[in-house]
DNA sequence: AGACTGATATTCT
DNA sequence: GAATATCAGTCTA
């Protein structure tokens, strides 16, 4: 068991210590971890955090079909569709129901040829710099939704590692647009755009 | 480089 | 009918 899991905690709701919390703190604190989905992955180097008080979070109006996942256990998947085409990833956590970590990019470290399959021949700072191209590279999908981000194909390991990180408003947002809640690896070639100066 | 456009699921008005 | 946590293509410069 990964030492970022509570080990007293149920393992059916698995990352309670990680998870349970304010995403924003949990979107700061995965920057610089390393996800795989069945081996292919990479290291996260940009998060986005959404608050089910929120404007700008799925969650805000309350529960949906589509936003199930956010308000169930925390440490499980939230795949939604974007703009009718793209798959986006999320982490489910909170101290309340209702809250999430967007995904947003990854730099490419395992599997690299099956991303490449998967998307066409890109650059590697293309393979998974956004939040759709990275469900691309990693073929995730609805099937992904409510999954468990400790258990296959989901591999989550913490870093022993003291990164810089960057913060700045959220991208694509027409509400809640002032609030900070995106982070990100300072000086990463993978972002999927760079951070406003400070 | 930046601006515009098309694709089109899900939710909200 | 309009908006959206997006991306790729195609213009104009």
New binding site residues.
């Given amino acids: 068991m990964s030492s970022f899991l509570d080990p007293s905690s149920d393992p059916s709701e698995p990352g309670v210590k990680l998870f349970a919390r304010h995403p924003a703190d949990v979107a700061r604190d995965l920057i610089g971890m390393i996800l795989t989905v069945d081996g292919v992955g990479g290291r996260i180097v940009e998060t986005?955090a959404?608050h089910h008080e929120d404007p700008?979070?799925?969650?805000?109006?309350?529960p949906?079909?589509?936003?199930a996942a956010?308000f169930g256990p925390v440490g499980r998947a939230?795949v939604?569709?974007?703009?009718?085409?793209?798959w986006?990833l999320?982490f489910v956590c909170g101290d309340t129901p209702g809250s999430?970590v967007?995904i947003r990019a990854l730099e490419p470290m395992s599997g690299l040829e099956q991303m490449r399959e998967r998307?066409?021949a890109?650059a590697a700072r293309?393979l998974c710099?956004?939040?759709?191209?990275?469900c691309?590279a990693l073929a995730i999908s609805?099937e992904h939704d409510e999954a468990p981000l400790d258990k296959p194909p989901f591999a989550l390991e913490p870093s022993m590692q003291d990164w810089e990180i960057v913060v700045g408003p959220?991208?694509?947002?027409?509400?809640g647009v002032q609030t900070p809640w995106r982070f990100g690896l300072a000086g990463s070639k993978f972002l999927?755009r760079p951070f406003p100066k400070a």
């Fill in positions: 986005e959404y700008a979070s799925h969650t805000f109006n309350g949906t079909p589509r936003n956010m939230y939604y569709r974007s703009y009718g085409l793209h986006c999320n999430a967007l998307r066409g890109d293309l710099a956004g939040p759709g191209r990275l691309q609805r959220r991208i694509g947002l027409t509400k999927s």
